[in-house]
């Protein structure tokens, strides 16, 4: 079957770094997708890999290892708005994407 | 309207009920998509569009149906609604067939009693 596996909530820092692990085994794989999720609303999209290696976009970097089935998410210089849901997601052969059940990630000052 | 909205925002449904949830978007986008999120599970697809005309099934397509008329709307119907369908129901629509980022609606939280 298909899984995408990810930690089920992660607690830091204000200011510090976190890295979000995402592992996944899938039918085929067309890219990689993080999103973000605040509470009662509605995930907004983040980063996409392809290829391996490092996307980095401001404060928020993304790499992806195809061959290990491994991404994650890094977020640094946190900021108390960044406590938030993150979500990683899978494009399957049939085009279709799997999620993960999400990581929430809990910033304290 | 701007982006992706959907109709109600909540809603308390008795079961057995019929109800029709609404997705709408402006963004001209191909394909859309109906998700369920359930606490402690991923979004899981219900049903899909890659254009108007035409439809599929997703991972949980029992007991919901939808209709692709145009490409803006995309409406998704509880024939006879069951507690096991109490969730919060997230449209969303990407460009280029199903290979763009999706992008989602601000949810429909429905409960059914």
């Known amino acids: 079957g298909q899984n995408i596996d990810q930690p089920t909530e992660m607690t830091a820092t204000e200011g510090a770094i976190v890295q979000i692990n995402c592992t996944y085994q899938t039918s085929g794989f067309n890219g990689l997708f993080w999103y973000q999720q605040h509470a009662g609303e509605a995930p907004t999209f983040l980063s996409y890999n392809v290829l391996d290696g490092l996307e980095e976009k401001g404060r928020f970097s993304s790499f992806l290892s195809r061959s290990k089935g491994y991404s994650y998410l890094l977020l640094k210089e946190l900021q108390m708005k960044d406590s938030a849901s993150y979500l990683c997601?899978?494009?399957?052969?049939?085009?279709?994407?799997?999620w993960g059940a999400g990581t929430k990630l809990i910033i304290k000052p | 309207i701007a982006g992706i909205t959907q109709a109600p925002t909540s809603q308390i449904l008795a079961a057995g009920r019929r109800m029709t949830l609404r997705c709408t978007q402006d963004m001209r986008h191909n394909a859309m998509y109906w998700y369920r999120q359930d606490l402690g599970l991923g979004l899981r697809l219900i049903h899909y569009s890659n254009t108007a005309g035409t439809t599929g099934k997703g991972e949980v397509p029992d007991g919901y149906s939808v209709s692709r008329a145009n490409t803006d709307d995309f409406p998704l119907t509880l024939a006879s609604a069951v507690p096991s369908q109490t969730s919060v129901y997230f449209c969303?629509?990407?460009?280029?067939?199903?290979?763009?980022?999706?992008?989602f609606g601000p949810g429909t939280r429905l409960t059914v009693l």
């Open positions: 969303a629509s990407s460009g280029e067939g199903s290979t763009d980022t999706q992008y």
């Open positions: 997601a899978v494009r399957d052969s049939n085009y279709q994407l799997i």
